[in-house]
């Protein structure tokens, strides 16, 4: 069973950084594209970045493009998220994903596993 497990949120001032970590077990790792995702309070959940496992693919939503950057390390089965020059709009529950094989999936929300997620809250 694959299990995703998420570090690193908590809460920050605007403009901080704060740097998330999914760390994944279960099973070998090869052809898979992971993720990020978050749900804010009242909304619907949102891709925020996908990787291929070879780290050469990678994708973002437009409103943190140039803010945050994704990152594997397969050695390690972990993928980070750094986040950059955070606004309070950032707030949200963050969750790994993956899916066996495409980061297109990713990309329109589908998953085949997905962490219990971590909470990033910005203050204004």
């Known amino acids: 069973q694959v299990q995703l497990v998420e570090s690193g949120g908590g809460l920050v001032q605007a403009g901080a950084s704060l740097r998330l970590s999914c760390s994944a077990s279960?099973?070998?790792?090869?052809?898979?594209?992971m993720g990020w995702f978050r749900q804010a309070p009242g909304k619907e959940r949102e891709f925020v970045a996908a990787?291929?496992?070879?780290?050469?693919?990678?994708y973002y939503t437009d409103s943190v493009k140039g803010r945050f950057t994704i990152s594997i390390d397969n050695a390690k089965n972990t993928v980070d998220l750094q986040m950059n020059s955070l606004k309070p709009e950032d707030t949200a529950v963050y969750y790994c994903?993956?899916?066996?094989?495409?980061?297109?999936?990713?990309?329109?929300?589908?998953?085949?596993?997905r962490g219990q997620g971590t909470q990033v809250t910005v203050a204004s």
């Open positions: 994903a993956v899916h066996p094989t495409s980061t297109s999936a990713l990309r329109i929300g589908i998953y085949s596993y």
């Open positions: 279960g099973r070998t790792f090869s052809s898979d594209a």
């Open positions: 990787i291929s496992w070879s780290g050469s693919s990678t």
